[in-house]
Protein backbone atom coordinates (compact mmCIF):
# COMPACT_ATOMS: atom_id res chain seq x y z
CA UNK A 1 0.00 0.00 0.00
CA UNK A 2 1.00 3.57 -0.78
CA UNK A 3 2.15 5.31 2.23
CA UNK A 4 0.05 7.66 3.65
CA UNK A 5 0.46 11.39 2.23
CA UNK A 6 -1.61 13.40 5.19
CA UNK A 7 -0.34 12.02 9.09
CA UNK A 8 -3.36 10.46 11.12
CA UNK A 9 -3.42 13.79 13.51
CA UNK A 10 -3.37 15.79 10.69
CA UNK A 11 -6.17 13.69 8.99
CA UNK A 12 -8.38 13.64 12.29
CA UNK A 13 -8.58 17.29 12.51
CA UNK A 14 -9.46 17.96 9.05
CA UNK A 15 -12.40 15.45 8.69
CA UNK A 16 -13.48 16.94 11.84
CA UNK A 17 -13.67 20.09 10.34
CA UNK A 18 -10.46 22.30 11.69
CA UNK A 19 -9.31 24.48 9.28
CA UNK A 20 -5.70 23.53 8.21
CA UNK A 21 -2.57 25.95 9.40
CA UNK A 22 -1.10 28.39 5.99
CA UNK A 23 1.54 25.91 6.00
CA UNK A 24 -0.20 22.80 6.33
CA UNK A 25 -2.36 23.86 3.82
CA UNK A 26 0.80 24.61 1.54
CA UNK A 27 2.03 20.72 2.20
CA UNK A 28 -0.77 19.50 1.64
CA UNK A 29 -0.81 20.76 -2.00
CA UNK A 30 2.87 19.58 -2.50
CA UNK A 31 1.64 16.37 -0.96
CA UNK A 32 -1.46 16.24 -3.54
CA UNK A 33 1.05 16.47 -6.25
CA UNK A 34 2.24 13.35 -5.87
CA UNK A 35 -1.26 11.04 -4.63
CA UNK A 36 -4.36 14.02 -5.14
CA UNK A 37 -6.84 10.99 -4.34
CA UNK A 38 -6.72 11.31 -0.57
CA UNK A 39 -7.02 14.68 -0.41
CA UNK A 40 -10.43 14.67 -2.99
CA UNK A 41 -11.43 11.71 -0.21
CA UNK A 42 -10.89 14.27 2.81
CA UNK A 43 -12.78 17.26 0.57
CA UNK A 44 -15.43 14.69 -0.50
CA UNK A 45 -16.06 13.32 3.05
CA UNK A 46 -16.15 17.43 4.51
CA UNK A 47 -18.55 18.21 1.16
CA UNK A 48 -21.11 15.24 2.32
CA UNK A 49 -20.95 15.80 5.83
CA UNK A 50 -21.96 19.93 5.53
CA UNK A 51 -23.86 19.28 2.63
CA UNK A 52 -25.12 16.22 1.41
CA UNK A 53 -25.77 14.86 -1.53
CA UNK A 54 -27.56 18.07 -3.24
CA UNK A 55 -25.63 19.84 -6.25
CA UNK A 56 -26.88 23.14 -6.81
CA UNK A 57 -27.32 25.92 -9.78
CA UNK A 58 -29.78 28.96 -10.38
CA UNK A 59 -31.36 29.37 -13.26
CA UNK A 60 -30.23 32.71 -15.08
CA UNK A 61 -30.24 35.30 -17.45
CA UNK A 62 -27.36 36.98 -18.17
CA UNK A 63 -27.79 41.36 -19.02
CA UNK A 64 -24.82 42.13 -20.52
CA UNK A 65 -25.64 45.45 -19.11
CA UNK A 66 -22.64 47.51 -20.27
CA UNK A 67 -19.67 46.50 -21.29
CA UNK A 68 -17.27 49.30 -21.86
CA UNK A 69 -14.67 49.79 -18.95
CA UNK A 70 -12.37 51.90 -17.16
CA UNK A 71 -9.19 49.22 -16.48
CA UNK A 72 -7.69 46.54 -18.62
CA UNK A 73 -7.06 43.31 -17.39
CA UNK A 74 -4.52 41.23 -19.35
CA UNK A 75 -7.80 38.08 -19.39
CA UNK A 76 -10.35 40.19 -20.52
CA UNK A 77 -12.29 40.07 -24.02
CA UNK A 78 -15.82 41.18 -22.27
CA UNK A 79 -14.75 44.29 -22.23
CA UNK A 80 -15.28 46.55 -25.44
CA UNK A 81 -13.61 49.75 -26.82
CA UNK A 82 -16.78 52.26 -28.34
CA UNK A 83 -16.81 51.69 -32.31
CA UNK A 84 -16.66 47.74 -32.15
CA UNK A 85 -19.53 45.98 -32.78
CA UNK A 86 -19.43 43.71 -29.74
CA UNK A 87 -20.02 46.97 -27.77
CA UNK A 88 -23.36 46.18 -25.55
CA UNK A 89 -25.94 49.01 -23.62
CA UNK A 90 -28.71 47.41 -23.09
CA UNK A 91 -31.98 49.79 -22.82
CA UNK A 92 -34.88 49.83 -20.44
CA UNK A 93 -36.60 48.41 -23.43
CA UNK A 94 -34.09 45.78 -24.09
CA UNK A 95 -34.43 44.92 -20.46
CA UNK A 96 -37.83 44.46 -20.11
CA UNK A 97 -38.07 42.44 -23.46
CA UNK A 98 -35.31 39.97 -22.03
CA UNK A 99 -36.67 39.62 -18.39
CA UNK A 100 -39.94 38.20 -19.90
CA UNK A 101 -38.10 35.57 -22.16
CA UNK A 102 -36.33 34.43 -19.08
CA UNK A 103 -39.56 33.98 -16.76
CA UNK A 104 -40.82 32.52 -19.83
CA UNK A 105 -37.87 30.72 -19.56
CA UNK A 106 -38.54 29.87 -15.88
CA UNK A 107 -35.38 31.50 -14.93
CA UNK A 108 -35.17 33.39 -11.48
CA UNK A 109 -31.61 35.12 -11.49
CA UNK A 110 -30.95 38.15 -13.61
CA UNK A 111 -27.60 38.71 -13.49
CA UNK A 112 -26.51 42.15 -14.02
CA UNK A 113 -22.70 42.28 -15.30
CA UNK A 114 -21.18 45.54 -16.49
CA UNK A 115 -17.65 46.68 -16.81
CA UNK A 116 -15.50 49.00 -14.38
CA UNK A 117 -16.90 52.72 -13.96
CA UNK A 118 -17.14 53.20 -17.90
CA UNK A 119 -18.36 56.75 -17.28
CA UNK A 120 -14.92 57.46 -15.80
CA UNK A 121 -13.43 56.77 -18.84
CA UNK A 122 -15.37 57.39 -22.00
CA UNK A 123 -17.69 60.12 -23.12
CA UNK A 124 -19.92 57.43 -25.07
CA UNK A 125 -20.90 56.28 -21.91
CA UNK A 126 -21.40 59.71 -20.17
CA UNK A 127 -23.67 60.33 -23.01
CA UNK A 128 -25.48 57.08 -23.41
CA UNK A 129 -26.28 57.38 -19.53
CA UNK A 130 -27.62 60.95 -19.91
CA UNK A 131 -29.66 60.26 -22.96
CA UNK A 132 -31.07 57.30 -21.68
CA UNK A 133 -32.29 59.41 -18.38
CA UNK A 134 -29.55 58.33 -15.61
CA UNK A 135 -26.89 59.80 -13.80
CA UNK A 136 -24.42 57.14 -13.32
CA UNK A 137 -23.94 52.98 -13.91
CA UNK A 138 -25.15 52.59 -10.58
CA UNK A 139 -28.25 54.42 -11.17
CA UNK A 140 -28.93 52.02 -14.42
CA UNK A 141 -28.20 49.15 -12.20
CA UNK A 142 -30.96 50.43 -9.41
CA UNK A 143 -33.39 50.73 -12.49
CA UNK A 144 -32.13 47.59 -14.39
CA UNK A 145 -32.91 45.52 -11.15
CA UNK A 146 -36.17 47.46 -10.40
CA UNK A 147 -37.45 45.97 -14.13
CA UNK A 148 -35.94 42.77 -13.50
CA UNK A 149 -37.41 42.47 -9.73
CA UNK A 150 -40.87 43.82 -11.28
CA UNK A 151 -40.78 41.07 -13.98
CA UNK A 152 -40.38 38.33 -11.84
CA UNK A 153 -36.54 37.83 -11.67
CA UNK A 154 -34.23 38.17 -8.75
CA UNK A 155 -31.44 40.33 -8.95
CA UNK A 156 -27.51 39.73 -8.54
CA UNK A 157 -25.30 42.15 -9.64
CA UNK A 158 -21.70 41.93 -10.47
CA UNK A 159 -20.71 45.44 -11.56
CA UNK A 160 -16.77 45.60 -10.21
CA UNK A 161 -15.44 47.75 -7.10
CA UNK A 162 -18.83 49.32 -5.73
CA UNK A 163 -18.81 52.01 -3.02
CA UNK A 164 -20.66 51.57 -0.01
CA UNK A 165 -23.20 53.54 -0.26
CA UNK A 166 -23.71 52.30 -4.16
CA UNK A 167 -23.96 48.81 -2.58
CA UNK A 168 -26.55 49.67 -0.14
CA UNK A 169 -28.59 51.21 -2.97
CA UNK A 170 -28.67 48.23 -4.86
CA UNK A 171 -29.35 46.18 -1.41
CA UNK A 172 -33.32 47.31 -1.95
CA UNK A 173 -33.64 45.00 -4.75
CA UNK A 174 -30.96 42.47 -5.08
CA UNK A 175 -31.09 39.46 -2.99
CA UNK A 176 -26.93 38.83 -3.50
CA UNK A 177 -23.99 40.95 -4.98
CA UNK A 178 -21.03 39.87 -6.83
CA UNK A 179 -17.40 40.59 -7.00
CA UNK A 180 -14.09 38.56 -7.90
CA UNK A 181 -11.25 38.63 -5.46
CA UNK A 182 -9.33 37.05 -8.32
CA UNK A 183 -6.19 36.74 -6.19
CA UNK A 184 -4.98 38.35 -3.44
CA UNK A 185 -1.48 38.57 -4.45
CA UNK A 186 -0.36 42.36 -5.59
CA UNK A 187 2.29 40.96 -7.57
CA UNK A 188 -0.45 40.04 -10.14
CA UNK A 189 -0.58 44.06 -10.35
CA UNK A 190 3.28 44.73 -11.47
CA UNK A 191 4.49 45.25 -14.56
CA UNK A 192 3.64 42.85 -16.91
CA UNK A 193 1.39 41.29 -14.88
CA UNK A 194 -2.70 40.65 -15.81
CA UNK A 195 -3.58 43.54 -13.59
CA UNK A 196 -1.43 46.42 -14.22
CA UNK A 197 -3.63 48.11 -15.88
CA UNK A 198 -6.39 47.49 -14.11
CA UNK A 199 -6.88 49.16 -10.74
CA UNK A 200 -9.87 48.01 -9.47
CA UNK A 201 -8.37 44.49 -9.29
CA UNK A 202 -6.03 45.72 -6.45
CA UNK A 203 -6.61 43.00 -3.83
CA UNK A 204 -6.68 45.91 -0.68
CA UNK A 205 -9.30 47.84 -2.81
CA UNK A 206 -11.47 44.44 -3.63
CA UNK A 207 -10.98 43.30 -0.21
CA UNK A 208 -12.45 46.49 1.59
CA UNK A 209 -15.45 46.13 -1.01
CA UNK A 210 -16.26 43.10 0.29
CA UNK A 211 -16.07 44.10 4.09
CA UNK A 212 -18.34 47.03 3.31
CA UNK A 213 -20.88 44.43 2.22
CA UNK A 214 -19.87 42.43 5.23
CA UNK A 215 -20.89 46.38 7.07
CA UNK A 216 -23.99 46.28 4.95
CA UNK A 217 -25.05 42.20 5.78
CA UNK A 218 -24.73 41.61 1.88
CA UNK A 219 -24.65 38.25 0.86
CA UNK A 220 -21.29 38.07 -1.21
CA UNK A 221 -20.35 35.87 -4.12
CA UNK A 222 -16.80 36.04 -4.81
CA UNK A 223 -14.27 33.73 -6.09
CA UNK A 224 -11.05 33.31 -7.35
CA UNK A 225 -9.32 33.25 -11.11
CA UNK A 226 -7.11 30.27 -11.52
CA UNK A 227 -3.97 29.95 -13.53
CA UNK A 228 -3.52 33.58 -14.34
CA UNK A 229 0.31 34.08 -13.23
CA UNK A 230 0.28 33.10 -9.49
CA UNK A 231 1.81 30.39 -7.51
CA UNK A 232 0.36 27.99 -6.07
CA UNK A 233 1.57 29.62 -2.24
CA UNK A 234 -0.58 33.19 -3.67
CA UNK A 235 -3.83 30.70 -4.32
CA UNK A 236 -3.81 29.55 -0.72
CA UNK A 237 -3.26 32.97 0.71
CA UNK A 238 -6.32 34.05 -1.49
CA UNK A 239 -8.14 31.35 0.19
CA UNK A 240 -7.53 32.52 3.38
CA UNK A 241 -7.79 36.13 2.77
CA UNK A 242 -11.86 35.37 1.95
CA UNK A 243 -11.85 33.19 5.00
CA UNK A 244 -10.50 36.14 7.05
CA UNK A 245 -13.54 38.23 5.32
CA UNK A 246 -16.25 35.64 6.17
CA UNK A 247 -14.78 34.34 9.82
CA UNK A 248 -15.73 38.64 10.49
CA UNK A 249 -18.34 39.49 8.46
CA UNK A 250 -20.16 35.93 7.51
CA UNK A 251 -21.09 37.28 4.85
CA UNK A 252 -19.51 34.86 1.74
CA UNK A 253 -22.20 33.16 0.75
CA UNK A 254 -19.97 31.37 -2.25
CA UNK A 255 -16.61 30.95 -3.78
CA UNK A 256 -16.00 30.33 -7.38
CA UNK A 257 -13.52 29.03 -8.70
CA UNK A 258 -12.79 30.30 -12.15
CA UNK A 259 -9.95 28.77 -14.08
CA UNK A 260 -8.68 31.41 -16.76
CA UNK A 261 -9.32 30.50 -20.69
CA UNK A 262 -6.98 31.94 -23.27
CA UNK A 263 -7.85 34.51 -25.61
CA UNK A 264 -7.09 35.55 -29.08
CA UNK A 265 -6.47 39.14 -29.31
CA UNK A 266 -5.27 39.28 -26.02
CA UNK A 267 -2.02 40.02 -24.02
CA UNK A 268 -2.74 36.60 -22.71
CA UNK A 269 -3.23 34.43 -25.53
CA UNK A 270 -0.70 32.48 -25.17
CA UNK A 271 -0.64 31.47 -21.62
CA UNK A 272 -2.51 28.27 -21.06
CA UNK A 273 -5.14 27.43 -18.81
CA UNK A 274 -4.71 25.82 -15.79
CA UNK A 275 -4.07 22.04 -15.84
CA UNK A 276 -7.10 19.44 -14.69
CA UNK A 277 -4.92 18.00 -11.99
CA UNK A 278 -3.67 21.97 -10.11
CA UNK A 279 -7.39 23.27 -10.78
CA UNK A 280 -8.90 20.61 -8.72
CA UNK A 281 -6.47 20.82 -5.91
CA UNK A 282 -7.45 24.42 -5.00
CA UNK A 283 -10.90 23.24 -5.42
CA UNK A 284 -10.34 20.16 -2.64
CA UNK A 285 -8.12 23.13 -0.42
CA UNK A 286 -11.09 25.24 -0.66
CA UNK A 287 -12.92 22.61 0.89
CA UNK A 288 -10.86 22.02 3.50
CA UNK A 289 -9.62 25.30 4.94
CA UNK A 290 -14.01 26.79 4.61
CA UNK A 291 -15.22 23.13 5.20
CA UNK A 292 -19.31 24.61 5.18
CA UNK A 293 -18.65 27.19 2.40
CA UNK A 294 -20.63 26.86 -0.92
CA UNK A 295 -18.10 25.93 -3.54
CA UNK A 296 -18.66 26.32 -7.12
CA UNK A 297 -16.85 25.89 -10.79
CA UNK A 298 -18.72 26.64 -13.89
CA UNK A 299 -19.68 23.59 -15.97
CA UNK A 300 -19.03 25.47 -18.86
CA UNK A 301 -15.06 26.05 -18.59
CA UNK A 302 -14.82 22.56 -18.49
CA UNK A 303 -16.64 20.90 -20.50
CA UNK A 304 -16.25 17.29 -21.30
CA UNK A 305 -14.94 16.57 -17.30
CA UNK A 306 -16.95 18.97 -15.01
CA UNK A 307 -18.72 15.93 -13.43
CA UNK A 308 -15.21 14.86 -12.28
CA UNK A 309 -15.25 18.10 -10.10
CA UNK A 310 -18.10 16.26 -8.04
CA UNK A 311 -15.51 14.19 -6.75
CA UNK A 312 -13.40 17.17 -5.36
CA UNK A 313 -15.60 18.79 -3.44
CA UNK A 314 -17.74 21.20 -5.03
CA UNK A 315 -21.61 21.62 -4.40
CA UNK A 316 -22.68 24.20 -6.75
CA UNK A 317 -22.66 24.79 -10.80
CA UNK A 318 -23.31 28.59 -10.56
CA UNK A 319 -25.71 30.12 -12.87
CA UNK A 320 -26.62 28.40 -16.24
CA UNK A 321 -28.04 29.98 -18.74
CA UNK A 322 -31.36 28.54 -20.71
CA UNK A 323 -31.27 31.27 -23.08
CA UNK A 324 -27.91 33.77 -23.10
CA UNK A 325 -24.27 32.97 -23.50
CA UNK A 326 -21.93 33.23 -20.99
CA UNK A 327 -20.88 37.04 -22.15
CA UNK A 328 -17.58 36.46 -20.26
CA UNK A 329 -16.34 33.12 -22.03
CA UNK A 330 -18.49 33.14 -25.39
CA UNK A 331 -16.66 30.33 -26.80
CA UNK A 332 -17.82 27.99 -24.09
CA UNK A 333 -21.74 26.71 -23.91
CA UNK A 334 -23.64 26.26 -21.31
CA UNK A 335 -24.27 22.71 -21.16
CA UNK A 336 -28.15 22.17 -21.05
CA UNK A 337 -29.15 21.65 -17.67
CA UNK A 338 -31.20 18.28 -18.77
CA UNK A 339 -27.44 16.86 -19.44
CA UNK A 340 -25.82 18.47 -15.79
CA UNK A 341 -28.84 16.70 -13.58
CA UNK A 342 -28.18 13.22 -15.79
CA UNK A 343 -24.35 13.11 -14.94
CA UNK A 344 -25.16 14.21 -11.43
CA UNK A 345 -27.66 11.34 -10.69
CA UNK A 346 -24.97 9.18 -12.51
CA UNK A 347 -22.28 10.47 -9.49
CA UNK A 348 -24.77 9.94 -6.80
CA UNK A 349 -26.32 13.78 -6.43
CA UNK A 350 -29.14 15.39 -6.63
CA UNK A 351 -29.25 18.42 -8.46
CA UNK A 352 -31.54 20.91 -7.22
CA UNK A 353 -32.32 24.85 -8.28
CA UNK A 354 -31.85 27.67 -5.99
CA UNK A 355 -32.41 31.29 -5.80
CA UNK A 356 -29.36 33.92 -6.40
CA UNK A 357 -28.59 33.64 -2.67
CA UNK A 358 -28.48 30.45 -0.51
CA UNK A 359 -31.09 29.58 2.21
CA UNK A 360 -28.56 30.58 4.65
CA UNK A 361 -28.04 33.90 4.13
CA UNK A 362 -32.02 34.71 3.31
CA UNK A 363 -31.83 36.71 6.68
CA UNK A 364 -29.74 38.68 5.35
CA UNK A 365 -32.11 39.75 2.45
CA UNK A 366 -34.46 42.52 2.20
CA UNK A 367 -37.58 40.96 3.56
CA UNK A 368 -39.89 41.79 0.41
CA UNK A 369 -37.75 40.15 -1.42
CA UNK A 370 -37.41 36.90 0.78
CA UNK A 371 -41.20 36.95 0.85
CA UNK A 372 -41.27 37.16 -3.21
CA UNK A 373 -38.73 34.59 -2.85
CA UNK A 374 -41.03 32.10 -0.77
CA UNK A 375 -44.25 32.64 -3.13
CA UNK A 376 -42.56 30.84 -5.77
CA UNK A 377 -39.72 28.34 -4.14
CA UNK A 378 -42.61 25.45 -3.85
CA UNK A 379 -44.40 25.71 -6.98
CA UNK A 380 -41.10 25.76 -8.86
CA UNK A 381 -39.23 23.44 -6.20
CA UNK A 382 -36.29 25.74 -5.12
CA UNK A 383 -34.40 24.86 -2.69
CA UNK A 384 -35.76 27.24 0.38
CA UNK A 385 -35.26 28.25 3.74
CA UNK A 386 -35.66 24.75 4.90
CA UNK A 387 -32.90 23.55 3.79
CA UNK A 388 -30.69 25.63 5.75
CA UNK A 389 -29.99 24.13 8.45
O1 LIG B 1 -23.18 33.71 -10.18
C1 LIG B 1 -22.31 34.49 -10.48
N1 LIG B 1 -21.46 34.13 -11.42
C2 LIG B 1 -20.49 34.94 -11.75
N2 LIG B 1 -19.59 34.58 -12.68
C3 LIG B 1 -19.67 33.27 -13.27
C4 LIG B 1 -20.33 33.30 -14.59
O2 LIG B 1 -21.69 33.29 -14.39
C5 LIG B 1 -19.92 32.12 -15.39
O3 LIG B 1 -20.13 30.98 -14.63
C6 LIG B 1 -18.49 32.17 -15.84
O4 LIG B 1 -18.27 33.34 -16.52
C7 LIG B 1 -18.21 30.95 -16.69
O5 LIG B 1 -17.56 31.25 -17.84
C8 LIG B 1 -18.60 35.38 -13.03
C9 LIG B 1 -17.72 34.99 -13.95
C10 LIG B 1 -16.73 35.78 -14.24
O6 LIG B 1 -15.85 35.40 -15.12
C11 LIG B 1 -16.61 37.03 -13.61
C12 LIG B 1 -17.51 37.41 -12.69
C13 LIG B 1 -18.49 36.61 -12.40
C14 LIG B 1 -19.37 37.00 -11.45
C15 LIG B 1 -20.37 36.19 -11.13
C16 LIG B 1 -21.29 36.54 -10.14
O7 LIG B 1 -21.24 37.60 -9.53
N3 LIG B 1 -22.23 35.68 -9.84
C1 LIG C 1 -16.38 38.24 -14.58
C2 LIG C 1 -15.22 37.39 -14.22
O1 LIG C 1 -14.82 36.66 -15.34
C3 LIG C 1 -13.55 36.17 -15.11
N1 LIG C 1 -12.82 36.17 -16.38
C4 LIG C 1 -12.47 37.22 -17.13
N2 LIG C 1 -11.75 36.81 -18.19
C5 LIG C 1 -11.65 35.46 -18.09
C6 LIG C 1 -11.02 34.46 -18.86
N3 LIG C 1 -10.28 34.75 -19.94
N4 LIG C 1 -11.12 33.18 -18.47
C7 LIG C 1 -11.83 32.86 -17.37
N5 LIG C 1 -12.43 33.76 -16.60
C8 LIG C 1 -12.36 35.05 -16.95
C9 LIG C 1 -12.92 37.04 -14.03
O2 LIG C 1 -12.80 36.29 -12.86
C10 LIG C 1 -13.91 38.13 -13.85
O3 LIG C 1 -13.98 38.64 -12.54
C1 LIG D 1 -16.16 40.63 -16.91
S1 LIG D 1 -15.74 41.32 -15.40
C2 LIG D 1 -17.26 41.95 -14.87
C3 LIG D 1 -17.25 42.60 -13.55
C4 LIG D 1 -16.16 43.60 -13.27
N1 LIG D 1 -15.75 44.33 -14.40
C5 LIG D 1 -14.99 42.87 -12.63
O1 LIG D 1 -14.02 42.58 -13.28
O2 LIG D 1 -15.07 42.58 -11.47
S1 LIG E 1 -12.42 41.63 -16.14
FE1 LIG E 1 -13.89 43.26 -15.57
S2 LIG E 1 -12.48 44.92 -14.87
FE2 LIG E 1 -11.20 43.52 -16.05
S3 LIG E 1 -11.24 44.40 -18.13
FE3 LIG E 1 -12.84 42.83 -18.02
S4 LIG E 1 -14.66 44.01 -17.55
FE4 LIG E 1 -12.93 45.31 -17.03
Redesign the pocket.
Known amino acids: MSKLILSSELLNRLVDGRTPSKDEAYHIYQDADRNPLELYKVSQFLRTKNKGTVVTYSRKVFFNLINLCRDT?S????KSEPGQTKVSMLSKKDIITLTDVAKKHNCTEALF?TGERPEQKYQEARTWLKENGFSSTVEYLVEASEIALKGGLFPHT?AGNLTKDEMHQLKNTNVSLGL?L?NSSERLSEDGMPHQFAPSKNPKARIKVLQNAGELKIPMTT?L?VGIGETPQELIDSIYAIKEIHDRYNNIQEI?L??????ID?P?KSSP?PQEKYFKTFVALARIILPDMNIQIPPN?SPGSYSSFLSSGINDWGGISPITQDY??PEFPWPRINEVDVNCANAGFSLRARFPVYPEFFHMVNPHLVEKMSEISDSENLVSAEYAK
Do not use: A, D, H, R
Open positions: CYCTYVNMEGLIQNFQPKTMSLVN
